[in-house]
């Protein structure tokens, strides 16, 4: 079997993790395979990593296989699917298909962010086919929470394979398209070899509602609010914008964005046709000359982003928009896991100014992009996989969809992590190699590991301080002035209220007098003397080693 050709699947992120989505499909003999990518996303950093802008998949192995990778083709223009493209793309310089909301996306973002990634994009959208490689792929529309999602059919000699990417099934969307039913049976009764589906809701019972209900939700909001009315939601869902448009004109109020990333995606989605039939939004400065009752923003900041609209108008630091007493902010979205605590610092600094919070506790004001147990399911039922790899979620996820596939029958459910190299055809499917993977981080205008970024040691400042000693010494090694101690980040005064930086000058001196001039003449071995000593001495008299930077000069 070592030289037969062979169909494999390597996913490099999203798969033990929701984010940072890019999977690998190769096909040829072990020794000489072609791939595509499909999906280039990121991930966004947590409090552990201080300064850090993004977190991009670690594409080493993609790097030496650069001249057999045919094309990449993106699925969706959400950033854990296509966020990465501008900081990767170059190293690959391959084809790119995307649709063309995503087309859009990617080169208004580009503008934004000042990239010099200028990457051609091959227009792709459902019902097209297109050869890439040794694979023929199929675009098959789905219903999500963002234009123009598609699940990819990717046919090889060896058996088909349906990539589902973010899908749900929602029979009376905001805007379409509705998943293809039609079209998943039809390749049912084709053969799917393996179905790769996205495991995000698999915790969750039934069916998620329709957005329809949602924008019935949003429309009673505005229309029995008393005051403002404000919804923060992702900027990417253009069905929710649109949704909470035409009920703001219902209730004969106008309506203002608030947030860059907002006002970007309105912009490609009208360039495209998706905006038509809507009035048109007013200016910001327009803003204090409406009534308090017939107006409607929508803004950013819905996961508790400190620089969004939102976190702004709670810390009432907005120029030309503030809130006040009796209106009404709106989360029509959900919590992404590890931005609760930013979440409710914003609502609590709204409620201190009197404003009302609705959240989809309170009523139904948000639905998930992904598919329920039951819409999984289904999905099985019409494509009848030989195959189901869970992908898209975390461990926990990835396990419940596997125990969901097997109760509905699927015999193979390979257990599957990035950096697994999963043979699908020939023979049983198996996890045969491991292919390098990670994290890499994206800090400003560089990209790097953590030490290359310099993020361990800003884990460590972040916990203990710095303190930068200078030290002149003369011809003979005797201190020529006073050393310089300077502390950042450390206590003032210790617990006997003495001075920190004259605890830690008098340890400085004591070390160096410590030293036989005859000794001081190994300048590395005095700079590393002095430096224990300083810790010692901050340790003593404040329980933590600080970072400690040593210049010793000899004049």
Known sequence: MANQEELVFLPLGGVGEIGMNLALYGYGTPEKRQWIIVDCGVTFPGPDLPGVDLVLPDIRYLAKQRA???????????????????????????????????????????????????????????????????????????????????????????????????????HAPSLGPLTDEARFRKLGEEGVLALMCDSTNSMREGVSPSEEEVSEGLRKIIEAAEGRVAITTFSSNVGRIRSVAQAAEAAGREVLLLGSSLKRVAAVARDIGLMEGLQPFIAEDEFGYIPRDKVVVILTGSQGEPRAALAKIARDEMRNVAFAAGDTVVFSSRTIPGNEKAIIEIKNGLIEQGIKIVTDSDALVHVSGHPRRSELLQMYEWTRPQILVPVHGEAAHLMAQAELGASAGIKTIPKVRNGDILRLAPGHAEVVGQAPHGRIFKDGKLIGDLDEMGVSDRRKLSYVGHVSINVLLDSKYDFMSDPDVVCFGLPEFDIEGEDMEDTLYDSVLNAVESIPRARRKDLDMLREAIRRAVRSAANEAWGKKPIVTVFVTRL
């Open 68 to 170: 057999n990778v045919k094309g990449m083709i993106i699925t969706h223009a959400h950033e854990d699917h296509y966020g990465a493209m501008n900081d990767l793309w170059p190293g690959l310089n391959v084809p790119v298909y995307a649709s063309p909301f995503t087309a859009g996306m990617l080169e208004a973002k580009r503008a934004y962010e000042g990239s010099r990634a200028q990457i051609p994009i091959n227009i792709f959208k459902a019902g097209d086919r297109i050869n890439v490689g040794p694979f023929e792929i199929e675009a098959v529309g789905v219903n999500h929470s963002i234009p123009e999602p598609m699940s990819l059919v990717i046919r090889t000699p060896l058996g088909n394979v349906v990539h589902t990417g973010d899908w749900k099934i929602d």
